[in-house]
């Protein structure tokens, strides 16, 4: 089994609709991250979270919200969708902080590719 | 702030040497990496190096660092099929709060 999952893998949506990715990990780590992809734009980070109770915007939040509910769960939602707004997600996690290498290297999930027509 | 700068497209052929090359404007960069992206899946670190170093070699891995220029670059020898992928190189600071910024990705094939 994958050490970070992502649900759903892929889906397609209307303008207007809410949507909701959702990521889960088993590796322990801490930190999270929502970035998304886009063809010759590479990753752009959406939101970070440090621990459940530490939450921070990233360079592209505007349109996006996230929960944090457990130190294996982050959600991305999509109050209202927009076309622009297709585009390949990745949560990701690292460690960093908690003792090992923390050479900061990211964990990612496989990706939740979302299309909003 | 944080940029990082890659070209887009890169064809090889299978045997020959791949060189992908980027630069960085931050200046207090610690770690530098180097991800590749394989079709449909996630992102997987390749190889790192830490600021204070100029190369590092890891099996047919090659990094090159030039901190004075801000460029880093990754030299695949013996470039094989399944090295075709996406390599996106990325850095963070330890400095700051473990915020990689990743380049736009360099898309490499590789023909056999």
């Known amino acids: 089994d994958a050490d970070v999952t992502q649900t759903p893998r892929n889906r397609i949506t209307k303008t207007g609709k809410r949507i909701m990715l959702e990521c889960s990990q088993t590796k322990g780590h801490d930190r999270m991250y929502w970035y998304r992809q886009d063809p010759g734009l590479g990753l752009r980070l959406i939101y970070y979270s440090f621990d459940v109770k530490d939450i921070n915007k990233g360079e592209i939040s505007d349109g996006y919200s996230v929960s944090r509910q457990a130190q294996a769960k982050f959600s991305l939602s999509l109050e209202s969708a927009i076309p622009n707004q297709t585009a390949l997600y990745f949560c990701?996690?690292?460690?960093f902080g908690q003792g090992g290498t923390n050479t900061g290297e990211l964990f990612f999930g496989e990706g939740s590719r979302l299309t909003v027509l | 702030g944080e940029d990082v700068e890659q070209s887009l497209f890169l064809s090889v052929r299978e045997g020959d040497s791949s060189v992908i090359n980027c630069t960085y404007t931050d200046s207090s960069s610690t770690y530098l990496y180097w991800y590749k992206q394989e079709p449909g899946a996630g992102l997987q670190l390749l190889t790192y190096?830490?600021?204070?170093?100029d190369m590092k070699q890891d099996q047919r891995l090659t990094v090159l660092l030039n901190k004075k220029d801000k460029h880093l670059s990754l030299r695949i020898a013996d470039t094989q099929t399944g090295d075709s992928a996406i390599y996106f190189c990325?850095?963070?600071?330890?400095?700051?709060?473990?915020?990689?910024?990743f380049g736009k990705g360099n898309q490499v094939v590789v023909i056999p």
């Open positions: 990325a850095e963070s600071s330890l400095y700051g709060n473990n915020r990689l910024a």
């Open positions: 990701a996690t690292s460690d």
């Open positions: 190096i830490f600021s204070n170093m």
